[in-house]
């Protein structure tokens, strides 16, 4: 059975504060309720597509590159990502961006999606955590939680 | 004379480069220079491997490519038992083929479908494609989707396998997980078929290129993690040979190494490469096929590689049909690997190409080195040459339609950073 | 490596600025950073101390503006808006 809720972490375990994803979906996985599963994002837009695809409700963890002070969270919505310019959307090899692209082309988008992302500074291989986003963790953890149980459509 | 600091107005914007950039002078109407950079993340993990367990190393190879994880797990799985002087049979053996199936399918049509598919059309991306040709993107999403589920199936994940480990499989998947993948593959086995029918009428540039392809050759099967390093210019090697064949070398303009033949030059791994090579390894109907689209034995044209990825995915439908028809559990699914004081060295068949592994083990157990030749490394100097010819015949484009034809050149061998959908930085220069 | 690419080309640029001007020391320099850049005004000094080390640049302050507009045409890229030279 496909699960009512789920929340998608994106991310790289080994590029600085891009693992920033993978590490809130550890945090929730305890507190998470029966209805929500939890998964980490494929590494290509189409399987990141098939994942989320045709789902009620999906909640997506990221890192962003710049759009705010390191370590603040962005949240972004249906509305708001289409307001965005396509250049940002359709960002270089950006799987996320890949599979709302296409998932939008071919209709199959969740009904409701909605994105955070702290904005990280470190991206390098190898690179350790920033500390302002190890601090944003726990918020952001509690922010995607908020977001996944939340039942209004707003 | 008191020296005044002076502000010199600039105004030159930088941009963040894609993994790949790409350099072409011309002088004088004349194809001067051609140097392409790509990014290469293995020379990080190899420093990650020293100090760690042997059985780490499939864990963390696995992190090196999200679209082909199960490549880099497999050689170090395969250089780590050649190390202990353990080889695998039955169906542990036939259980690696299949993953790697899964790993063909969904790696070649991800290629085909979104990348290289929207270059012979003329259009910018798969999202364009989408819009134009719905059917054709939804059928291989599906597909590659059955390439994925058969990954997962068989490695606990589809993105990140954490079920193979030296000696075999922590867990063996049952019969019946396996038998219910059966429809599906059906269904991709017809769609593979299409697929090859499809690439075939795309319209085709036709350079003929004079390759030394180099491919693993077995000696009753199509390769995936066995067989000799073989070349079309009469190499007949071991894995264990290859740092006494090639060699890796640092190039000016690149901190990626480059891979050649000793006292040869460039050669070719990949698709190209492992068709020519092994032609007769593949079932007739797939022969037949490959005739079918337009494919000799031989293929030297690399943007006809869109139709070799075609039929091999085709064969690796057909192949993991065949190895789940007749699959037993395993019993034990893994087998004891004790390591210490030891060299082992592997190269198997990664979607991409040759894919070489070696691994020196310490007196007390741990990796004491580890080298990784990733096959985009060794193709690198082959693609420059693809894009001497493709630049040379394209002093009088336009830099838009210059960048266009040198991306789906590059594209012709799936290098990694192909995973950028358009990576890369092109910079000409007339002078 | 993006930040790594992106500095290489920076100093190029730099240093030519500088070789063109007469080859004086570089002490300041003065920059635009996109919204989209994945730089801070510290990451970037951090990473130009690295990248300017042993050259004409060597020790320069840097000075950076930053963009908050995320969609501004540049704004994925790092703008050289000047050089000082001494």
Partial sequence: ?154 | MALEARTIKVDYLARVEGEGALYVRFRDGTLEDVRLTIFEPPRFFEALLRGRKPGEAPDITARICGICPVAYQMSAVHAMETAAGVTLGGAIRDLRRLIYCGEWIESHVLHIYMLHAPDFLGLPDAVQLARTHGDIVRRGLRLKKAGNALIECIGGRAIHPVNVRVGGFYRAPSREALRAMLPELEWAREAALETVRFVATLPMPTIEQDYEFVALRHATEYPFNEGRIVSSKGLDIAPHQWPDVFEEFQVRHSTALHARVKDRGNYLTGPLARYSLNFDRLPAHIQQAARDAGLGPVCRNPFQSIIVRAIEVLFACDEALRIIAAYEEPEPSFLPVDLRDAIGHAATEAPRGLLYQRYRIGDDGLIAEARIVPPTSQNQASIEQDLWTVAAGGQGMADADLRARCEQSIRNHDPCISCATHFLDLRVERA | MHEHRLMRDLMQRIESVARAEGGGRVIRVHVWLGALSHFTPDHFAEHFTDASAGTIAGSAETVCEVSRDVRHPDAQGVRLVSVELE
């Fill in chain 1, 1 to 154: 059975m496909r699960p009512r809720i789920r929340v998608v972490g994106v991310g790289h375990p080994d590029r600085g504060d891009d693992a920033a994803g993978l590490d809130v979906l550890d945090r929730i996985r305890a507190r998470a309720p029966a209805d929500m599963d939890i998964v980490r994002a494929a590494s290509d837009g189409p399987a990141l597509l098939a994942q989320i695809e045709s789902l009620l409700h999906v909640v997506i963890v990221d890192c962003a590159r710049g759009g705010g002070a390191p370590g603040a969270i962005l949240r972004l919505d249906t509305a708001s990502l289409a307001a965005l310019p396509p250049a940002h959307r359709h960002s270089h090899g950006n799987a996320l961006a890949e599979a709302l692209a296409l998932g939008e082309a071919l209709g199959c988008l969740p009904a409701r999606l909605t994105i955070l992302a702290v904005v990280g500074e470190r991206f390098g291989i190898g690179d350790a955590m920033s500390p302002a986003v190890r601090a944003a963790l726990p918020s952001l953890a509690s922010r995607a939680l908020e977001e996944a149980t939340c039942t209004n459509t707003g």
